[in-house]
């Protein structure tokens, strides 16, 4: 089904790109010399076996976790580390494997809290919360409810965050990393531990985000059907090292992916 | 029954951010500000202005700057005493340069003194979290309680190593000093309160509230969305001293009109931090409760032995507040670890389906 998709976006420029990039904690190698792309536009997908530095992966691309080597390129600049506030600045949002929400906050404040970058009235009006500073809140509330809409959380906006299912919780997140109104977007297993029926709304929302907001996506999840259906490209990472990148197709038969997943006999 | 808001539809956000989106709220809270403003001056003693309502003011300022800190921006801090301190000397120190100037000024200029030195034993919060953090405020506890027993300058050179207050008149009127009546401080005590109380409200509900208890909940994902720490800490951090500095100096100008070092111990710190903690962390309203359950009950468990005409020894009667109050707030907070203010909750969410059970 993606496939003309594919094909149509190994053509389009790259929004980041990563170099060589060799990550290692002590003795622990992460990552060893792991290069990629991520073209615009594009929903890329980062598989591989439990261990195989998918998580550090998208630590290195916001900023967590700096690199020994290598280089980070996004919308054209080039870096040898981001910073967490470079990325976000830049437009690159992100979910967590295991939700990271403020959990004492309403889910309203949540997703609110995620226009950070965009409100930028300063400490005096927001000190009396009159004028520029009130108009600034509602003007921010307006995009904050539209993406409430979007992800039909509108029951649950005034919730605190920590009594929600996991479920919404995991949208919530989304709808906070969407409020930043992001150019590339980081999904780390979005669909861990959701049933089905979560899943296919989660990946509706996922199709919808690229489609409608032409936001690019890179996720990492473990359910091959998921990852084979919504992604146009897709990258494997085993041991901290890259496998295999190419289309659903070409890694699905791709003869090290088999082996990495299922083991090799010797 | 009373309290209920079906029907009260919102049809703009405006609306829906207002600081008292409930009728019942906004009735409530004009009706207290008139008894605080119109009918307490005209009917109370100036025993109860002065020794109840007065401190009880003063300490829920305070309160709140260490919740802003503490409930909203999750930072231990154990300084309060000390930051109450430094706005307190602060101001004896501006008053003493300009003697001329409003005092009342005064206070809310000392305020920045203290939100000063704030910030700078803020910067600990940087590298360290949680309890570490909370030794870290202690060493400013200590070294500011030694600078204000320990540099004459701060007190004048007084022989006697303590501040005592100047009669200062505003429009003519003593507001400090001994010649000042108690209900002109408490007027101007309760004003500042207010009007303090509101902006802090307006803060936390805003950008920077979200951007404190983002980094309260969650400090990574809080970096991720854009918000940068070491500013919002020290933000908040600056923003707390300023209010308990203020606190500090209405306390030695508008109330005590003397104070020594020791009114700015560790002690005073652990008493704002258990009002903050019996009231509700993160709440503003919790800083109230808090500050009237710890200031008022010792003065109440006072007053019932003398009304029933029991009389206690004034020694035992002190052992006996401390051992009545002790019991209390641990069965408080047995009852409910979040506080008064979440028990405040729970009783507005009964009454909102009041006689119903749900």
Not at chain 1, 8 to 28: C, D, K, P, T, Y
Not at chain 1, 176 to 200: H, T, W
Not at chain 2, 164 to 184: D, K, Y
């Amino acid at each position: 089904m993606k496939e003309p998709g594919a094909t149509e976006a190994a053509a389009r420029e790259v929004l980041l790109a990563v170099e060589n990039v060799s990550l290692s904690f002590g003795g622990v190698k992460a990552l060893t010399g792991v290069s990629f792309d991520i073209r615009k536009g594009e929903i890329r997908a980062i598989i591989g076996p439990n261990g195989a530095g998918k998580t550090s992966m998208l630590n290195v691309i916001n900023g967590f976790y700096h690199p020994q080597q290598g280089r980070i390129s996004f919308k054209g600049v080039t870096r040898n580390r981001m910073r967490p506030f470079e990325a976000a600045q830049g437009g690159i949002a992100r979910t967590f494997q295991n939700v990271a929400l403020f959990r004492g906050m309403s889910a309203l404040d949540n997703i609110m809290a995620g226009r950070t970058l965009k409100m930028n009235r300063n400490f005096f009006w927001q000190l009396i919360r009159f004028g520029p500073a009130a108009a600034e809140e509602v003007a921010h509330r307006r995009r904050v409810e539209e993406i409430i809409d979007f992800l039909q959380i509108a029951h649950i906006r005034k919730v605190q965050v920590g009594r929600l299912p996991y479920g919404l919780q995991k949208r919530v997140e989304l709808g906070r990393a969407l409020a930043m109104d992001p150019d590339l977007l980081l999904l780390d297993e979005p669909m861990a531990g959701m049933n089905l029926e979560e899943k296919e709304d989660m990946s509706r929302y996922i199709l919808d985000v690229n489609e409608h907001f032409g936001t690019t996506i890179a996720l990492i999840e473990h359910d091959m059907g998921v990852v084979m259906d919504l992604s146009d490209r897709v990258v494997v990472l085993d041991h901290g090292t890259k496998i295999a990148d190419g289309v659903p197709d070409a890694v699905k038969s791709d003869q090290a992916v088999i082996s990495a997943y299922l083991g090799v006999a010797h | 029954m009373f309290y209920r808001e079906a029907g009260q539809y919102k049809t703009s956000y405006e609306a829906d951010q207002a600081t008292f989106p409930v009728l019942q709220d906004r009735i409530g809270m004009i009706v207290i500000l008139a008894v605080a403003f119109v009918v307490v001056p005209l009917t109370m003693s100036s025993f109860v202005i002065n020794s109840v309502l007065i401190p009880f003011l003063i300490f829920s300022l305070a309160a709140i700057g260490l919740n802003l800190l503490l409930g909203y921006a999750g930072q231990l801090s154990l300084g309060t005493g000390a930051f109450m301190g430094v706005g307190a000397y602060a101001c004896y120190k501006l008053t003493t340069i300009f003697p001329d100037a409003n005092i009342i000024l005064l206070i809310i200029v000392s305020g920045f003194a203290s939100a000063a030195i704030g910030t700078v034993f803020g910067l600990p919060s940087l590298r360290i979290k949680g309890f570490y953090l909370m030794v870290g405020t202690l060493a400013a506890q200590f070294f500011l309680s030694w600078c204000f027993i320990r540099i004459p300058w701060l007190y004048n050179n007084n022989v006697s190593g303590a501040i005592e207050v100047p009669t200062r008149a505003v429009f003519g009127i003593p507001v400090s000093g001994p010649n000042a009546t108690p209900v002109t401080r408490y007027l101007i005590v309760l004003t500042i309160v207010v009007v303090m109380t509101w902006i802090a409200s307006n803060l936390v509900r805003g950008r920077i509230g979200r951007m404190w208890m983002a980094v309260r909940d969650m400090d990574i994902a809080a970096e991720l969305i854009g918000i940068r720490l070491p500013r919002t800490k020290l933000l908040a951090f600056a923003v707390s001293s300023f209010y308990c500095g203020v606190a500090g100096a209405m306390m030695v100008f508008l109330w005590l009109g003397a104070a020594e070092p020791d009114a700015f111990n560790i002690n005073r710190s652990f008493l704002i931090l258990f009002m903050i903690i019996i009231g509700g962390l993160g709440s503003l309203i919790g800083s109230f409760i808090g500050a009237a359950f710890i200031w008022g009950l010792p003065i109440m468990l006072k007053s019932v032995p003398e009304t029933f005409g029991i009389s206690i020894g004034s020694a035992t009667l002190e052992h006996l507040q401390f051992m009545v109050v002790g019991a209390l707030i641990i069965f408080f907070l047995i009852v409910e670890p979040h506080g008064l203010a979440r028990l405040w909750q729970i009783a507005k969410q009964k009454l909102r389906v009041w006689p119903f059970p749900y």
